[in-house]
């Protein structure tokens, strides 16, 4: 029981990502592609957390950020090529597909990262944990479903700025 609202929560979140995506992808179509997209979504993102830090007087304990290893500071350039890349693929792959192929990814990384204790503390990929990167995989294809023929063009055309 004690799970069970942090993760309610993590599936409402992982719920927002496809939404981010199309809202991005739509965006990125009006406003010059999708690195543009991503740049105003991490800049409102900007000013949000900003305005929170703010309101709720956090103190900002960076004293010490120069003394940190230079790959600390990768987490931000790993989201802006994530989001990026995430607004190129969106209208090409679907939101369905795009976001079972992504998270294969985290779960096969996770799984990767979780055995060699990188960044943490490592939790073997035991048999189970692996069979179920497996099963993700056949669920991953039966949505990609990269056998079918890909949509036309008007099907995946961007959209006007009337469209809603």
């Known amino acids: ?72 500071w990768t987490g931000g350039l790993l989201g802006a090529l994530y989001v990026a890349c995430f607004t190129l693929l969106m209208p090409r792959l679907g939101a369905a597909s795009l976001i079972c192929l992504a998270i294969l990814g985290q779960v096969t990384a996770s799984l990767v990262f979780d055995h060699f204790g990188i960044l943490q503390a490592p939790r073997k990929a035991d048999p189970v944990r692996i069979v179920g990167a497996m099963l993700m995989i056949v669920g991953v294809l039966m949505v990609a479903a990269p056998w079918r023929k890909p949509p036309t063009v008007a099907e995946v055309a961007p959209a006007t700025p009337v469209d809603r």
């Open 1 to 72: 029981m004690h799970l069970l609202l942090p993760a309610l929560m993590a599936l409402a979140i992982g719920m927002m990502l496809p939404l981010q995506g199309l809202i991005n992808a739509r965006l990125g179509a009006q406003v010059g592609g999708p690195v543009v997209a991503a740049f105003v979504s991490f800049l409102v993102g900007t000013v949000l957390l900003g305005a929170y830090l703010l309101l709720t007087r956090t103190p900002l304990a960076i004293g010490g950020a120069a003394r940190l290893p230079p790959w600390i």
